[in-house]
């Protein structure tokens, strides 16, 4: 998504299912002030961090909030999803659903503003390495283990040799 010299013609679709409002807003900011055309469709399905209950509260405080001299000209209030992102972010243009010119576009999706952060690559590159270490000595220790079954093998084919050639032809 990011678009390098900042002009891009080329229209991106982002699909706000399970991201979070602040880093998909953080980020969808930076690419419009790039000169990127940012379109986010599926806002019904944003994420806010924290308990439905304090997200209430913050956001009945958020409505208290008004012009004392003139209510009609304080700060409006929106409900709707696509209309709270749209606030959020100046210039950018937010839909519920997917409204017919942007379903037949391929949709993206920001990893960075999901709301399960994948650390999938990192906790694997460090796993893969204890793997790697633990695997070194478990494979020096059988390394050694089969050195010495050969060599107590060895010995005791030495000193019991004419007893095992009685039990060779019972193949025992």
Request: proline content about 5%; charged content about 30%; glycine content about 6%.
């Amino acid at each position: 998504m990011v678009s390098g010299s900042g002009l891009c013609a080329r229209r991106v679709v982002v699909d706000a299912r399970h991201h979070m409002l602040g880093r998909l807003a953080s980020i969808a900011a930076k690419e419009l002030l790039n000169g990127q055309r940012v379109v986010i469709v599926r806002c019904e399905e944003i994420c806010l961090s924290g308990g439905l209950v304090r997200q209430k509260m913050k956001y009945l405080r958020f409505l208290r909030k008004r012009m004392n001299t003139k209510p009609s000209h304080g700060p409006i209030h929106f409900r709707a999803p696509a209309k709270i992102l749209w606030r959020t972010i100046r210039g950018l243009k937010a839909y519920e659903g997917v409204p017919p010119p942007y379903d037949k576009m391929k949709r993206m999706v920001i990893p960075d503003a999901l709301k399960y952060a994948n650390l999938r690559m990192m906790c694997a590159q460090e796993l893969e390495a204890k793997r790697k270490e633990r695997a070194k000595v478990a494979y020096e220790r059988r390394k050694q283990l089969t050195k010495l079954r050969l060599k107590a093998e060895k010995t005791a084919e030495e000193k019991l040799g004419s007893q095992l050639d009685i039990f060779a032809p019972l193949k025992y």
